[in-house]
T-cell receptor
């Protein structure tokens, strides 16, 4: 079965540079999430999109932005990179059934390793 | 603010043992709870999803229970194998779209 696809898998950038991560959700999933996992930490929610509209926002820095396109793929843009942005960035997707049902399983991609030097 | 705690932080057991991982959360107003497995440097693999109205879910050697009123969930692994060695993460879904994760339990199963 198709899973969540993330690219690139590994990325090395210098401080103050810009990076873009891409995510292709599971086909027919309508919700995309971005998470950041620092070394030895649990994943922290950044932002989510439902049907191409931003649906929830977490601890995403102002230097970061994200969007979901008409084909449902999503991109996370990170500017003015700092050393502390080095982390594993996960994209996840799910099929929304509405709050009354309780929500479906959220599936995660393999992640994109960002190293800022 | 929802907080998720997992105990123990690390666990080492001999192969074949049954084991229990614990997860507690501070706010019982959740939609569901999901258990994940994470291998070093890898993505999160969903193991089980329990809706707020459910008490337990089973998949193979895994059984997860949920007591929403007391803010607790357990993941039971039967007949553990070296291949079960990984970090196990518990995550709750409060209102909205985000998951709130615990810090995880690092499991090592010795052959």
């Amino acid at each position: 079965a198709a899973g969540v696809i993330q690219s690139p898998r590994h990325l090395i950038k210098e401080k103050r540079e810009t990076a873009t991560l891409k995510c292709y959700p599971i086909p027919r999933h309508d919700t995309v999430y971005w998470y950041q996992q620092g070394p030895g930490q649990d994943p922290q929610f950044l932002i989510s999109f439902y049907e191409k509209m931003q649906s929830d926002k977490g601890s995403i820095p102002d230097r970061f932005s994200a969007q979901q396109f008409s084909d449902y793929h999503s991109e996370l843009n990170m500017s003015s990179l700092e050393l502390g942005d080095s982390a594993l960035y996960f994209c996840a997707s799910s099929l929304s059934q509405g709050a009354a049902v309780g929500g479906n399983t959220i599936y995660f991609g393999e992640g994109s390793w960002l190293t800022v030097v | 603010k929802q907080e998720v705690t997992q105990i123990p932080a690390a666990l080492s057991v001999p192969e074949g043992e049954n084991l229990v991982l614990n997860c507690s959360f501070t706010d019982s107003a959740i939609y569901n709870l999901q258990w994940f497995r994470q291998d070093p440097g890898k993505g999160l693999t969903s193991l089980l999803l329990i809706q707020s109205s459910q008490r337990e879910q089973t998949s193979g050697r895994l059984n997860a229970s949920l007591d929403k009123s007391s803010g607790r969930s357990t993941l039971y692994i039967a007949a553990s194998q070296p291949g079960d060695s990984a970090t196990y993460l518990c995550a709750v879904r409060p209102r909205g779209n985000k998951l709130v994760f615990g810090a995880g339990t690092i499991l090592r199963v010795k052959s």
